[in-house]
Every structure is written in structure tokens, then in C-alpha cells.
């Protein structure tokens, strides 16, 4: 069976989403799972190390944290867009950020929850330094970015991986 779906979990979340973003149907339900399987397949051969989870109470935590920002942000970029943002001061800009992890696993996680965030952009991680390249919408303090950054999500990603 693992020959078949190496990744079940992969496969399922995958028909589940090809059914969320079509219809529910006997046709859409065999063409998800045979992309789904196809997927799952393809990701067996590029063989990635499974993540070593340490602890699993804090990746809840990150949840809630993660669906609020996205939440708060969304209002906030929509806000910045409709009104044109504080007159007209809005200022994008980059960010640079050290950060101490160094799993493959957390930081593809936290490029997920910073890409997924509206108004911010993962853009670069240089693996030997470990400094992060982060480009911000609307950026009023780059302190403040790293100060969110290092002790919001990294703090957490520390305790779920390292």
C-alpha cells in the first residue's frame, strides 16, 4: 500500500482540495485522486526527510496565532488599499532578519505562514548566515518586523522542531 499512496495524508488533503475548488462529483472524485496519486508518487522520488516533531502543543498555538494574524492582516492591506494609506505615506521595503532556526522543516513552515500573510513576502534565506530577506507592504518599523518575526513565530517553530 505505501508503493501505491507513499504519502496518504498528502494524497487526501489533495483530492480534498481538488474537490473544494471544483465540485463534488464521481468524475471530479476520480481525476483529484488519480492527480492526487500521481502527486504522491512524484514526491516519493524526490525522497524529503520527515520532519522530526518535537512537540506538538505549541504547533496549536501557531495555528491560532497564524489564523489571527491572517485574519487581521487581510483588514489591514484591504484598509491600506482602499483609503491609499495613512495620505498617501504607505512605504514598502525590505527587511532583513536573522534567524536561529535552521530545520528544513520549520523554516519551510515559516515561509509558508509569511508568504500566506497578506502584506509580506518571504524572498530569500541565506543558509549559511541564516538572515532572511523579508519584503513588507507597509512597513513602518523594520525593529518591530524583527521583533514579530524571532519572537511570534520562530519561538514557536524552535519549540515545535528544534
Given at each position: 500500500m505505501s508503493?501505491?499512496?507513499?504519502?496518504?495524508?498528502?494524497?487526501?488533503?489533495?483530492?480534498?482540495?481538488?474537490?473544494?475548488?471544483?465540485?463534488?462529483?464521481?468524475?471530479?472524485?476520480l481525476l483529484g485522486s488519480a492527480i492526487a496519486l500521481i502527486a504522491g508518487r512524484a514526491m516519493a522520488t524526490l525522497q524529503p526527510a520527515k520532519p522530526r516533531i518535537r512537540r506538538?502543543?505549541?504547533?496549536?498555538?501557531?495555528?491560532?496565532?497564524?489564523?489571527?494574524?491572517?485574519?487581521?492582516?487581510?483588514?489591514a492591506v484591504a484598509w491600506l488599499i482602499l483609503t491609499g494609506g495613512r495620505h498617501g505615506r504607505r512605504r514598502s521595503g525590505?527587511?532583513?532578519?536573522?534567524?536561529?532556526l535552521r530545520s528544513p522543516s520549520a523554516l519551510a513552515l515559516l515561509a509558508v505562514v509569511i508568504t500566506a500573510t497578506p502584506g509580506t513576502?518571504?524572498?530569500?534565506?541565506?543558509a549559511e548566515t541564516g538572515v532572511l530577506l523579508l519584503h513588507v507592504f507597509d512597513l513602518v518599523d523594520e525593529?518591530?518586523?524583527?521583533?514579530?518575526?524571532?519572537?511570534?513565530?520562530?519561538?514557536l517553530l524552535l519549540e515545535i522542531f528544534e
Open positions: 508503493r501505491l499512496v507513499p504519502y496518504p495524508v498528502l494524497s487526501l488533503m489533495l483530492v480534498g482540495m481538488w474537490l473544494l475548488l471544483t465540485r463534488v462529483s464521481l468524475g471530479h472524485l506538538w502543543a505549541p504547533m496549536l498555538r501557531l495555528l491560532a496565532i497564524v489564523s489571527l494574524d491572517i485574519l487581521r492582516s487581510n483588514f525590505f527587511v532583513e532578519i536573522p534567524l536561529r513576502a518571504w524572498l530569500e534565506h541565506d525593529d518591530a518586523w524583527r521583533h514579530l518575526i524571532r519572537n511570534r513565530y520562530e519561538a
